[in-house]
């Protein structure tokens, strides 16, 4: 996914906080690298490390087109849940891009669109 640092929020061990735009809106999370730089744009891959419930912070989504919005503290993401296996693992597109996701399992017909809200996000960047 292509990102646009927008703002740098805070330096901390694990990486840089920082504000951030995509096609399909602006976010904050963790960018997990050595060094960043306001204005530029990275190509990156989105990690979401929460564990997804149904009902609570994953749910059918009435909306069919991805969108990524930040407020009170968590990343709120629409995208199109593309697989949910036995095992736990989900996958999600958000536009060209796939994150995977643990899930707990429901018997929803794939694909889908889904609306979560995440606290555990981080950027890392894939050619630096």
């Not at 805070?10 to 690298?33: I, M, R, W």
């Not at 891959?45 to 994953?58: A, C, K, L, R, T």
């Not at 796939?98 to 606290?119: C, E, G, K, W």
Request: aromatic share 8%.
């Amino acid at each position: 996914m292509k990102v646009t640092i927008l703002r740098i929020i805070d330096s901390t061990a694990l990486g840089t906080y920082v504000e951030f735009s995509t096609p399909y809106g602006v976010g904050s999370s963790l960018f997990a690298a050595p060094e960043i730089k306001e204005g530029l744009t990275y190509d990156v891959e989105i990690n979401i490390d929460d564990d997804f419930f149904w009902n609570e912070n994953i749910t059918p989504s009435i909306n069919h087109a991805p969108s990524i919005d930040f407020h009170s503290g968590k990343l709120h993401i629409t995208a199109e849940l593309i697989s949910s296996e036995d095992d736990g693992c989900g996958a999600l597109r958000i536009g060209d891009s796939i994150a995977l996701i643990s899930l707990n399992q429901a018997h929803y017909p794939l694909p889908m669109f889904v609306d979560i809200s995440a606290r555990e996000i981080s950027l890392h960047p894939t050619h630096i």
